[in-house]
C-alpha cells in the first residue's frame, strides 16, 4: 500500500517545484512607470491611443481579467486639468461617466487623489481611477478596474502596484 502514498507526495513536490520556478511576478513598465505587482499580471499590450492594458490573470481572455490596469500617458502641456484627464480616461477607456468618490493613494512618493466607483458596463465592477505626475510633468491616469467577487485580491495587487511604483 505504499504506492499510493508514494505517489501522492511525488505529485505535491512536482506542483511545488513548478510553483517555485515560476518566481515571484515580474516587473512591468507602463509609459515610463515601473512597479512589481504581488500577483502576475500580462505584458503590457496597447489599448487606444498612448494606452496600455495589462490584466491578471496574465493569461486572461477579454472579458476573463479579474482585475486589470489602463495606463494612459498625456504630455504636460495637453491643455486638461487633472480632473479633465481623469473624466476623459474613465469615459473613453473605462465606459463610465458615473461620478465616484474621493480616494487617495500614494504613487511615487506622493499622495494622489483619485475616484472610486462602480461600473456596469461591460459587465459589473469597480473602478479606481488616479492621475499620476511625473518628474517632467507629464502625466499618466491609472485606471483599475476589478471584477466582483476578487476585491480582496486586488485591492492587495493595487496596494502593491501603487507601493513600487517608480520612474
Known amino acids: 500500500m505504499p504506492r499510493p502514498i508514494v505517489l501522492v507526495f511525488a505529485a505535491t513536490l512536482i506542483h511545488a517545484a513548478s510553483e517555485s520556478a515560476a518566481g515571484p511576478p ?24 498612448d494606452a496600455l492594458l495589462v490584466v491578471h490573470p496574465a493569461d486572461a481572455k477579454a472579458g476573463g ?10 504630455p504636460k502641456d495637453s491643455g486638461m486639468s487633472d480632473a479633465e484627464l481623469l473624466e476623459y480616461v474613465k469615459t473613453t477607456f473605462l465606459a463610465t461617466t458615473s461620478s465616484g468618490k474621493p480616494i487617495e493613494r500614494t504613487f511615487l512618493g506622493k499622495p494622489v487623489k483619485g475616484q472610486a466607483l462602480e461600473k456596469k ?9 488616479y492621475v499620476v505626475t511625473k518628474k517632467n510633468g507629464d502625466k499618466v491616469v491609472l485606471g483599475f478596474v476589478t471584477s ?4 480582496k485580491e486586488a485591492q492587495e495587487a493595487i496596494a502593491g502596484i501603487a507601493a513600487t511604483m517608480k520612474e
Open 148 to 151: 466582483p467577487g476578487f476585491a
Open 121 to 129: 458596463i461591460p459587465a459589473p465592477s469597480s473602478a479606481e481611477v
Open 65 to 74: 481579467e479579474k482585475v486589470s490596469l489602463t495606463a494612459v500617458a498625456f
Open 26 to 49: 515580474s516587473a512591468v513598465e507602463v509609459h515610463g512607470l515601473e512597479f512589481t505587482p504581488p500577483i502576475a499580471f500580462s505584458a503590457p499590450a496597447p489599448a487606444g491611443f
